[in-house]
């Protein structure tokens, strides 16, 4: 099968571009290599690594740019699309809102017309645990009402749904949207609180810990991530004859539509997670409590019900065991430099 998958030298891009890789599927891989929240060391080397499969193809380019990104429909005839390329960072987003608009929101545009344009099968695309916004219901589903979100990017994540929703009803093109929870593990982003924690860690630093600690975080391993993603983009949504809007079943439609939570169902408190990579490292932090900052939630937690439900399948790895794992990729990745954004 032929995919194109964006955002493919990022952190989950480059774990599921590797799985699809492995298993004899086609990628063409999408990535502008931008360096916003990243050491570009790292995404080039997480490139480098899936550049030497022979079924793999790289391109250069930003989703924003219409005409390139409708020419490579046209060219390569992708049969699906799992679309991991975004603006992120919930706080970046209230400094540089434009960034936002430019790739969440044209950038995913143009993939909708390439999709429709050229046919797709499905669309697999990144929404976030943060359209959830005000909500303060545990644990969230997928049914819950997420029209208050707290920050530009969480805003713009909703916006895909939205859009996929019309364009799934008015070409019948499936779409799936994945409400990532809070993804960690190796090769991960540098802008995310492991990376950090263990830099500043390391360097003896104070960590900063915002809220004073009272924050809880459905924490999801990578390896669980890609997992669900290889069996959903075979579960290929399809018009429920029988759906009203009454009935209050947001995640699916009368369309070829449908949502996910992409989590562990299971959070826990920051200070939990901050502890368990203390014992991977044997070494304790230093830390500076803050008050809470603007647009961040205090707790997400998952009902992955459904997920469980459609794939049979519930991310099992903990977070002393993820956080393990990811301590002993950055110790042999960086060996002993101290690797900054």
Known sequence: MKFLVTGVAGFIGFHVTKHLLEDGDEVIGLDNLNNYHQDIHLKMARLKIISDYNNFTFIKED??????????????????????????????????????????LVGYLNILEGARQYHVEHILYASSSSV??????MPFSVNDDTTHPLSLYAATKKS??????????????????LRFFTVYGPWGRQDMALFKFIQSILLDEAISIYNYGQMERDFTYIDDVVEAIMALHHIIPTID?????????????????????????????????IMALENALGKVATIKMLPRQPGDMIATSADISSLIRVI??????????????????????????????
């Not at 992708?78 to 390329?85: E, K």
């Not at 987003?93 to 790739?103: D, G, I, Q, R, T």
């Not at 859009?163 to 779409?175: A, C, D, E, Q």
Request: net charge positive.
């Open 241 to 273: 004859k029988e759906w009203v809007a009454e009935n209050g079943q947001l995640s699916s439609s009368t369309a070829p539509y449908r949502v996910y939570n992409i989590g562990r169902g299971q959070p826990v408190t920051l200070m939990t997670y």
């Open 132 to 137: 959830y916004g005000l909500n303060h219901k």
């Open 160 to 177: 895909n749904e939205l859009m996929s929703h019309s364009y799934s009803h008015l070409y019948g093109i499936p779409t799936t949207a």
């Open 312 to 341: 049979g399948f519930q991310p099992l790895t903990s977070v002393e065991e993820g956080v393990r794992r990811f301590v002993k990729w950055y110790q042999e990745f960086y060996a002993s430099n101290i690797h900054t954004s």
């Open 63 to 104: 989703i924003a740019n219409r005409e390139v990104i409708i020419d490579l429909f046209r060219v390569h005839m992708v049969q699906r699309v799992i679309h991991l390329a975004a603006q992120a960072g919930v706080r970046y987003s209230l400094e540089n809102p434009f960034l936002y608009v430019h790739a969440n």
